[in-house]
């Protein structure tokens, strides 16, 4: 959607900065989690007795459970959001989830310091990671309906903030791990860090409606919501029901590639990522031990899924209408089997075939650019293949198919891993 000659200009880019941040604010929940992997299975990695003497180790499956549990809400709620939608004000939306994902970073912090056995401690970790992306859905669904009101650049702008997301996280981590403090207050200073991320995100949504450039193009969002509120008081239920499930079909329509292409995307991506590569293990044992998972898997996947995204703000190739697209999208699944013959440990079927860490680093580095680059040219062209007064429709409609992308390939990195 191309920005209106009559539109004010975005001084200093400010609108961007918030834009890029509430990307950014979005992902906090799933990457923190994901990127402490590390942190969670040593507090489950223990061990219990049988008879007295024969030690047993518990599996929990962490990394599997972890992905699967923050995709499944976030498909839930990215189908209730339409129904949010109508019911509650965008401001409750954003600014409420904002509120709970903090209160929710804060008792993750809190429950470093607090001893745990270790199937309760799982519980509460899988059902904080339940709530917290529920929360993140509905937050997530609002703002790229939001952000579709405006020029194509700042869709761009919000998905390279969600990219560095993940990049914020691994940093986050690789100084805990420097660290010279003891592993529980290391653990504590890295949870910290995403509440005080929340509360910036927080204050940055609460400046945009005071901007007249943002002002400009969202305040038909409230109109809309305005006009549709004083439907439905005045019994227009019925005509609503028939006039919205149409103009959904009609926009569907006109961006289904792209929806096939951010579902495959994900599919692909979330397959392996992390449940598989977590799992690699390098081949220089010693003091680079400690750091190889957050660096050449975390930070790698994230600094170039960022750049990935970022890139479409400079280059969108190939077209919207290039049957190369979809092509391009499809041949990424070659980074499955490319992964799972790494260095994964352990492994019951597969054999290893590229134990090299540099073998890896350069599987993931493609594997994530391609991921952030193919995500992001899908979500900011779905926008431009409808009519003005769809795009929020529309961009609604990729977050759907976002998160469906997301939760099948949760689902499917439990056969995966064990085809390993």
């Known amino acids: 959607m191309k920005g209106r000659t009559d539109a004010p200009q975005d001084r200093g880019c400010l ?94 912090a809190v429950l470093v310091k607090v001893p745990m056995e270790e199937d309760r401690f799982f519980s509460v970790t899988m059902a904080t990671i339940w709530f917290i992306n529920s929360f993140g859905a509905v937050l997530q669904g609002s703002l790229f309906g939001l952000v579709g009101l405006l020029p194509q650049k700042y869709s761009a702008i919000f998905m390279s903030g969600q990219g560095l997301a993940g990049t914020f996280a691994a940093i986050a981590m690789l100084l805990a791990i420097a660290s010279d403090a003891d592993s529980e207050s290391a653990a504590l200073g890295y949870f910290i860090t995403p509440c005080v991320g929340t509360l910036v995100t927080l204050f940055s949504y609460l400046l945009l409606p005071r901007l007249e450039f943002a002002q400009f193009y969202l305040n038909k969002s409230s109109k809309y919501e305005a006009d549709t509120t004083d439907d439905l008081l005045k019994g227009g239920t019925s005509t609503n029901a028939i006039k919205l499930p149409h103009r959904d079909s009609c926009s569907f329509h006109s961006i289904w590639v792209m929806a096939f292409c951010v579902t495959f995307v994900f599919t692909v991506t979330l397959s392996v990522f992390p449940a598989v590569t977590v799992d690699v293990k390098t081949s220089f044992p010693g003091k680079w031990e400690r750091f190889f998972i957050s660096v050449c898997c975390f930070l790698i996947f994230n600094i170039n899924d960022w750049i990935g995204r970022t890139v479409t703000t400079l280059i969108q190739w190939p077209r919207k209408e290039s049957r190369l697209f979809p092509a391009l999208v499809v041949s990424r699944v070659v980074f499955i089997p490319l992964l799972m013959l790494c260095n994964v440990q352990s492994r019951s079927f597969l054999p290893v075939l590229f134990s090299h860490d540099a073998a890896f680093t350069a599987i993931m580095a493609l594997f994530s650019l391609s991921s952030g680059y193919f995500v992001c040219l899908s979500m900011s062209y779905a926008p431009q293949l409808v009519e003005q007064k769809d795009a929020e429709t529309a961009g609604a409609l990729m977050t759907f198919f976002l998160a469906l992308g997301l939760s099948i390939g949760a689902a499917l990195s439990f056969p995966l891993r064990t085809l390993v």
């Not at 906090?28 to 990127?35: A, E, H, I, Q, V």
């Not at 507090?43 to 549990?69: D, P």
């Open 15 to 108: 609108v961007g900065v918030i834009f890029f941040i509430l990307g950014l604010g979005t992902l906090l929940p799933w990457n923190f989690f994901m990127t402490a992997s590390l942190y969670f299975q040593g507090r489950l990695n223990t061990t219990e007795w049988s008879n007295g003497t024969v030690v047993v180790r518990k599996e929990y499956y962490f990394n599997n459970w972890m992905t699967l549990l923050s995709q499944l809400p976030l498909l839930l709620f990215t189908l209730l959001n339409s129904f949010l939608y109508q019911r509650i004000s965008e401001a409750v939306r954003i600014a409420g989830s904002l509120v709970f994902i903090l209160l929710l970073f804060i008792l993750t």
